[in-house]
């Protein structure tokens, strides 16, 4: 290869990369040692759009949205929600079937304080806890952080606490077929604390089980495990 055929290769690779590198502005929620890796992108196009609309609403709110310090937001937002959001476009009975192991466990098993960050349907406004889930394995378990992930597929979503409860419950149920699950979520809703009634330190909890869960004791060991 000549010099300059070397350097036109060269400038063709750097250009390939800055074109990529505008088009794609990738994030990936997921480590390197799952199995499972999805990695979001920001489409140019739909960003643009959303960045397009923040504007518009900065302006009708009263505020200037051309003076510096607002410039850069509309984009900055438009991003910033397609990631607390992102959860559309992942598949949790997907990340469950990921890891899912033959094994004769058959006891509770139970993750908890799992970080909640969610959005309400009604306010898009912020409502964030911990998650905490059991269940009981009939001949499968999954890996712990992939329990996780499926939390977070659904509560990066425009969501209602009792929905997200249910849907966790029953990608768990659907998935691994346990001889039962345990969900109970704890959150504060940030729409009732900034707005409306203004309840600064109410804490709202969920709750909902299947199979031996639905056995008083069998709920109570449970209740017990994550209290402890
Ligand atoms: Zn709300």
Redesign the pocket.
């Known amino acids: 290869m000549s010099k300059t055929e070397l350097t036109n290769f060269v400038v063709a690779l750097l250009y390939k990369l800055f074109q990529k590198g505008i088009k794609k502005m990738e994030f990936s929620l997921n480590g390197k040692n799952g199995t499972y890796r999805k990695i979001e992108q920001y489409d140019p196009e739909t960003t643009e759009k959303i960045s397009e609309h923040y504007k518009k609403i900065i302006d009708l709110l009263g505020e200037d949205s051309s003076r510096e310090g607002l410039h850069q937001t509309p984009m900055r937002v438009a991003k910033s929600m397609q990631f607390l959001l992102q959860g559309y476009e992942q598949d949790p009975e997907e990340i469950l079937r990921s890891a899912m192991f033959k094994e004769d466990y058959r006891q509770m098993v139970i993750v908890k304080d799992i970080e909640i960050y969610s959005m309400?349907?009604?306010?898009?406004?912020p409502?964030i806890g911990k998650a905490h889930i059991g269940y009981i394995p009939n001949g499968y378990i999954t890996g712990l952080s992939k329990i996780a992930r499926v939390v977070d597929a659904y509560a990066r979503r425009l969501q209602v606490q009792e929905r997200l409860t249910t849907q966790i419950k029953d990608c768990i149920q659907q998935t691994l077929n346990p001889l039962g699950v345990a969900v109970v979520i704890e959150a504060q809703?940030?729409?009732?604390q900034m707005r409306?009634i203004q309840k600064q330190s109410s804490t709202t909890t969920t709750s909902d089980f299947t199979g031996a869960f639905e056995r008083v004791a069998t709920r109570e060991e449970f209740i017990r495990l994550i209290r402890g």
């Open positions: 309400c349907e009604h306010h898009m406004l409502f809703h940030l729409c009732m409306g």
